[in-house]
């Protein structure tokens, strides 16, 4: 007690006050006291009741609220591929013939040989200004709304996963070359019905614009590799479910083994067609 008689701030032991907290009851002076539903509350409470407070989360497990970053990123990192490409081959449009891009592109046999990097390099690749272009308005349409829902981490390891369903897709069913980041695209939009049915939204639209593009990918009218398509596509699907529809006490780790479980079935298949090769030459 002071001479006067009053308690002291805890926080300042130098002012007597007549005021207490009503959480803990302890004495605070009015700068440390903070204005709450009934009565006000020390300083020290309402920091510790902010850190108890549970934020609100997507059905994918992230915060809510998140600006976009991984989005513009891929975006970034494409277009900066793209520019380099041209800048080599002196030629925006032909940019395929630059040696950096016969470097990253994704041709079978040279993954048998042990250049495994061309299961990824080959998603930052693109043939020509258009092919850049509608894949990157494709990301940004789709990448956008599904970054908010699946959140940073979450979205880049279901791109990144979608990006490898669609390179073995490719391996194992084709022989012929293949770069873009379609394959990675489709898995967002085998993703985006995942999303749509957990959140029992209305299924008509993105069906009907799956349907279109799968069309275009077997109609033969354009150069289009509709096995990075089909392997996205089913990958991006099967990551998507595995992360939206666990209960809240078992989302991480049910997640967590559904990339790690599809990561080593694809692993696992590409060695076993790798190895077939082998013994056929």
């Known amino acids: ?16 006050t007549g005021l207490r907290c009503v959480r803990c009851e302890r004495p605070a002076c009015p700068e440390c006291l903070r204005e709450a539903s009934v009565g006000y509350q020390c300083v020290d409470c309402v920091n510790e009741g902010s850190k108890q407070v549970r934020r609100p989360v997507t059905v994918a497990g992230a915060e809510l609220n998140q600006k976009l970053l991984v989005v513009p990123v891929l975006i970034a990192i494409n277009v900066a591929v793209f520019a380099f490409n041209a800048y080599q081959a002196h030629s925006i449009n032909s940019n395929w013939r630059s040696q950096s891009y016969a470097d990253g592109v994704l041709i079978p046999s040279f993954v048998t040989d042990g250049e495994w990097w061309r299961l990824f390099t080959s998603g930052f690749l ?63 939009m085998g993703a985006l019905l995942v999303t749509v049915i957990r959140l029992k939204l209305p299924l008509g639209q993105v069906i009907a614009v799956i349907a279109l593009n799968l069309a275009l990918s077997f109609s033969g009218f354009l150069a289009i590799s509709w096995e990075a398509h089909i392997g996205g596509l089913v990958v991006g699907a099967l990551v998507g479910a595995g992360f939206l529809f666990p209960p809240a006490a078992i989302r991480n780790k049910v997640q967590a083994v559904t990339l790690v479980g599809t990561v080593v079935l694809l692993v696992a298949l590409m060695v076993g067609v790798g190895d077939l090769a082998v013994v056929g030459t």
């Open 1 to 16: 007690m002071n001479p006067e008689g009053m308690p002291a701030c805890v926080r300042h032991p130098d002012r007597p």
């Open 126 to 188: 693109h043939i020509g200004l258009t092919h850049l272009l509608l894949n990157m308005v494709s990301l940004w349409i789709i990448g956008r709304e599904l970054e908010i829902v699946f959140g940073r981490l979450r979205f880049l390891a279901l791109y990144l996963v979608s990006m490898l369903g669609g390179s073995a897709a490719v391996y194992i069913l084709s022989a012929a070359g293949a770069a873009g980041a379609s394959g990675a695209i489709y898995g967002l």
